[in-house]
């Protein structure tokens, strides 16, 4: 579980990076940075369900401080 959102979390950062390169060096108007953070907020989103689900289903222990 652990490997699979640290994955998740490298594919988000790569996809805000590969937004903000198409910002700076696509001077063609294209929406391919538009498409980059759309990815980026799916895989967002993605991450929160996989640790909901992970908490509810008791793949998270409940720590106490």
């Known amino acids: 579980m652990r490997i699979l959102v640290l994955f998740l979390v490298f594919v988000m950062l790569a996809s805000l990076f590969s937004g903000l390169f198409f910002l700076y060096k696509d001077k ?4 391919r940075m538009v498409k980059a953070l759309t990815v980026r907020i799916a895989i ?18 409940e720590q106490g401080l």
Do not use: E, K, W
């Open 28 to 31: 063609s108007g294209s929406d």
């Open 44 to 61: 967002a989103i993605t991450i929160f369900l996989i640790l909901m689900g992970s908490y509810y289903f008791g793949y998270i222990p």
